[in-house]
């Protein structure tokens, strides 16, 4: 066990359906990292908030969103889902802003029917 | 834009041998360079580290060596087991300071397949 909690572990859902990931982060880690993994485009990075604040955005769709609550965890919301947004998606912690180290927890694997 | 090359997989080894992986790195600056390893079913394993050129990360029989003057960041091994496979990830992160603090670029993959 990471420390770093994902829910759920998989998710069938529809085209045009919207989903929410959760992400608890390791307990004393303030920075949360989304990333999307899939076998065309590989690990993405998606954003990252640091203590309930966005810090960096990647390639991340207008149809995604996320937020950091005041508890630290962290959602991430997809909507009006596509097949080709069928992919693992990974969330990440780390106790400064730097991210020198990770922790990674073991994803949520996203299928789009 | 950054950017991180690995070397095209699968790579099958029997057991003992000699592990190389080789990565090299497009990257503006003095970038921080990680091996992360991916077990099946699992999510992503921080392996090692080099924060600045010449530094070698190091950790269970896995080394690698920040090398600026090649832009390369090769992992090594010297006796492989069984339970070495996995997928193994290149990548890179500027830490402080930009838009891209504390994003990960990764390579695309390294499949290694150990035979007994």
């Known amino acids: 066990d990471s420390g770093v909690t994902q829910t759920p572990k998989h998710l069938i859902t529809a085209t045009g359906q919207r989903v929410t990931l959760r992400c608890s982060p390791r307990?004393?880690?303030?920075?949360v990292y989304w990333y999307q993994q899939s076998l065309d485009q590989g690990l993405q990075f998606l954003i990252q908030?640091?203590?309930?604040?966005?810090?960096a955005k990647g390639n991340i769709l207008e149809r995604f969103s996320a937020q950091q609550f005041p508890d630290l965890h962290s959602e991430l919301n997809l909507s009006s889902l596509e097949l080709g947004d069928s992919a693992l998606y990974f969330c990440a912690s780390s106790v400064d802003p730097g991210g020198l180290g990770y922790t990674f927890g073991s994803g949520t694997r996203l299928t789009v029917v | 834009g950054d950017s991180v090359t690995q070397m095209e997989g699968p790579v099958t080894l029997s057991e003992e041998a000699f592990l190389t992986i080789n990565c090299t790195y497009t990257a503006t600056g003095y970038p921080s360079l990680f091996w992360y390893v991916q077990y099946p079913g699992e999510g992503l394993q921080l392996l090692l580290k080099a924060t600045k050129a010449d530094d070698k990360g190091s950790n269970k029989g896995f080394e690698a060596t920040y090398r600026k003057e090649t832009t390369s960041f090769h992992l090594e091994k010297g006796s492989v087991q069984v339970s070495d496979s996995a997928v193994y990830f290149c990548a890179l992160s500027h830490g402080a300071g930009g838009t891209s603090y504390g994003k990960l670029t990764f390579g695309q993959g390294t499949i290694l397949t150990v035979h007994p």
């Open positions: 908030y640091y203590n309930g604040e966005e810090r």
């Open positions: 307990s004393g880690d303030l920075s």
